[in-house]
């Protein structure tokens, strides 16, 4: 027996051979991401900054600003967590679940608005108004004037 076999379920032997230059290209991928997505959050400020900001610009770039994100969380997970390798089943496993989860909290804080909302309207009876802040500290300024 030359040849010594750790399990039988065991089919292939995993290649490490390439590791830094794996870690490498991870690293400039990940930075590159990382750096577009700095440079649409720049640009997200600077349009907010401005005196007519364009609503439809800023949310196709928080929306690229999300698919990169969701772009290197799959990378990230693909190849720290090693789930690149596995198998369909076992990484079905883990991120059908997550979605659910994901889809479990959008769906409980959307509730949440329409519950605030409803709340503040009595049940929908009456109009539905935002309040200012900030009225006190102006009604005490506008008691000192007197």
């Not at 900054?49 to 772009?71: D, R, S, Y």
Request: charged share 15%.
């Amino acid at each position: 027996m030359s040849q010594h076999t750790i399990s039988p379920e065991i089919t292939f032997a995993p290649d490490h051979s390439s590791g830094t230059k794996q870690i490498w290209k991870t690293f400039w991928l990940l930075s590159l991401l990382t750096v577009i997505e700095l440079g649409l959050g720049l640009a997200i400020y600077n349009i907010h900054k401005g005196e007519h900001p364009n609503a439809t610009l800023v949310l196709a770039f928080k929306g690229m600003v999300c698919i990169l994100t969701l772009a290197k969380a799959y990378y990230i997970v693909s190849v720290f967590m090693h789930l690149g390798s596995e198998v369909r089943n076992f990484i079905m496993t883990i991120v059908v679940p997550l979605a659910l989860f994901i889809w479990f909290i959008i769906a409980f804080l959307w509730d949440g608005e329409s519950w605030k909302n409803l709340r503040n309207t009595n049940g929908g009876s009456r109009e539905y108004k935002k309040t200012e802040q900030h009225a006190a500290p102006a009604a005490v300024e506008q008691g000192a004037k007197d």
